[in-house]
């Protein structure tokens, strides 16, 4: 269904389910009776062994997964659901969150022009922004990211010279997608949300296209979280090389800095 003809969620609810219901298949037995009733939301993990639903759509439909909720998969031992009424959001899918969509890594790279090139793994491929001034934990700061070719996978570990300058690898770890649109499809329309798990660059962020073309350009901003560093800038707190340590200057022999 296009998302024009979709009809607007009638209800949305919240709801906290405790018991023996982490590590026993909730998430995915959820995700199923989820897409049998085509409700969208989403269910993850709580920090406190409970498991957090959100849910929208039609009234039945919403009613019937929470009735799913207080049984769950066989292995559950439900000992109480907690649902909310909460306003509808738009969600287009129902995903399982909080876990990782794949590999995320930040090169810092001294070319033409210095910049940072951010790559999401997305299908098997690097899907790649090159960010000037760098990534920012500050919310504040709104970074452009302009879109470059995909790259393969296997230059994610790449750090060494390169024709004038050189690449060092700044930041990499897991990356959890986020937001009311399923990816690539998120990428595509231009409005995408992620959480990173780096050494560095750590909560979630959003990139939104703001100029199409055949070099888009994108905003780059942290979102306001727990991770969230206000008037900090994490590229010059943190100018190492998670793999070497060493910085990109002391890698190219001070030829850049
Ligand atoms: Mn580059």
Not at 110 to 137: C, F, I, N
Not at 154 to 163: C, I, K, S, V, Y
Not at 206 to 232: N, Y
Request: proline letters at 7%; glycine letters at 12%.
């Amino acid at each position: 269904m296009s998302p024009s003809a979709r009809p607007k969620a009638a209800a949305a609810a919240r709801a906290t389910v405790r018991g023996r219901v982490q590590g026993v298949g909730f998430r995915d037995a959820t995700l199923r009776r989820a897409r049998e009733l085509g409700v969208m939301g989403w269910v993850r993990n709580g920090p406190d062994g409970e498991v957090l639903v959100h849910v929208e759509g039609d009234v039945p439909a919403v009613a019937e997964l929470l009735v799913f909720l207080h049984d769950g998969p066989p292995a559950a031992v439900v000992d109480g659901v907690e649902p909310e009424t909460v306003k509808p959001e738009g969600h287009e899918q129902f995903a399982v969150r909080g876990v990782p969509a794949g590999v995320f890594v930040v090169q810092e790279h001294q070319a033409t022009a210095h910049h940072y090139d951010l790559r999401l793994e997305v299908d098997g491929v690097m899907r790649s922004w090159a960010v000037p001034k760098g990534p920012s934990l500050d919310p504040a700061a709104k970074r452009l990211a302009v879109q470059v070719p995909d790259h393969a996978l296997a230059h994610n570990t790449f750090e060494g010279p390169l024709g004038d300058g050189g690449v060092i690898v700044w930041d990499r770890g897991t990356y959890e997608q986020g937001g009311r649109v399923p990816w690539p499809e998120a990428l595509d329309r231009g409005h995408a949300v992620f959480v990173l798990h780096g050494e560095k660059l750590r909560g979630g962020f959003a990139l939104q296209r703001t100029r199409d073309g055949p070099k888009p350009q994108w905003l780059l901003v942290k979102r306001r979280d727990q991770e969230a560093r206000s008037g900090s800038d994490v590229v010059t707190e943190r100018p190492e090389s998670v793999v070497s340590g060493a910085t990109l200057a002391e890698l190219t022999g001070d030829q850049v800095g």
